[in-house]
């Protein structure tokens, strides 16, 4: 997967490093050249100074052969502009970084997904999630579905996932135990100390990691 990132600040630095973790072939636009050439000294990716809504830079990013475009400055003009540029030229799919909640139904307007952190931050709070015990949290959906991580506790008693009581929406993706990572199966049995990859909806995400506290019920 190719990964076309406008903006190389705290998220696009971040989400470039993980992203080539995990062995996605990454590009970074960054306008400022100190952030760029910072970027480019820690991450094994393809940093490019520019603007990010220069054509001739995103062509120079081969943004027509991007698999995403994730604009994820901290202007939401440059984001939303980087994005529409992007479909022009021909990425598949683009997402972008919502800085100022008022903005988005400029971005719904023009059929920009987005992503809001200032809604995730009330939704986390809302749900009175314990944040310390999501090790990382991707929003996707348009904000609706969130892709966490958990790690089973001690007190769990060892259950087929087709046993767990999971919340509505509510998917185990992949596990990790020691060292090993697995795509599971209905009857895969979890155990305690399981590292877990989920898909839920934000809004169950407490609910989800309270059916591991409670051996598998629905709380």
Excluded at 106 to 127: N, R
Excluded at 174 to 189: C, S, Y
């Amino acid at each position: 997967m190719r990964v076309l990132l406008i903006g190389g600040g705290k998220v696009g630095s971040w989400l470039a490093q993980e992203l080539v973790s995990q062995g996605r072939l990454v590009a970074l636009v960054e306008e400022s050249e100190d952030r760029a050439q910072a970027v480019a000294d820690d991450v094994d990716a393809v940093v490019i100074h520019g603007d990010g809504t220069d054509v001739g830079v995103l062509e120079a990013a081969d943004v027509h052969n991007a698999d995403w475009l994730l604009a994820v400055t901290g202007l939401d003009e440059v984001n939303l502009v980087s994005c529409q540029l992007g479909l022009t030229l021909g990425a598949k799919r683009v997402l972008a970084r919502l800085n100022a909640p008022l903005n988005r139904a400029t971005f719904e307007a023009l059929k920009i997904p987005v992503i809001g952190i200032t809604d995730l931050m009330v939704q986390v709070i809302s749900q009175e999630v314990a944040v310390s015990q999501l090790a990382r949290i991707a929003v996707i959906g348009r904000g609706q579905l969130s892709l966490s991580e958990y790690e089973i506790p001690e007190s769990f008693t060892p259950t087929r996932i087709q046993d767990l009581e999971l919340p509505q929406r509510s998917l185990i993706v992949a596990i990790q135990r020691d060292d090993q990572v697995t795509v599971p199966k209905a009857t895969t049995r979890l155990l305690p100390g399981d590292r877990i990859t989920a898909v839920t909806t934000v809004a169950q995400e407490s609910n989800l990691q309270k059916v591991f506290a409670i051996n598998g019920k629905k709380p």
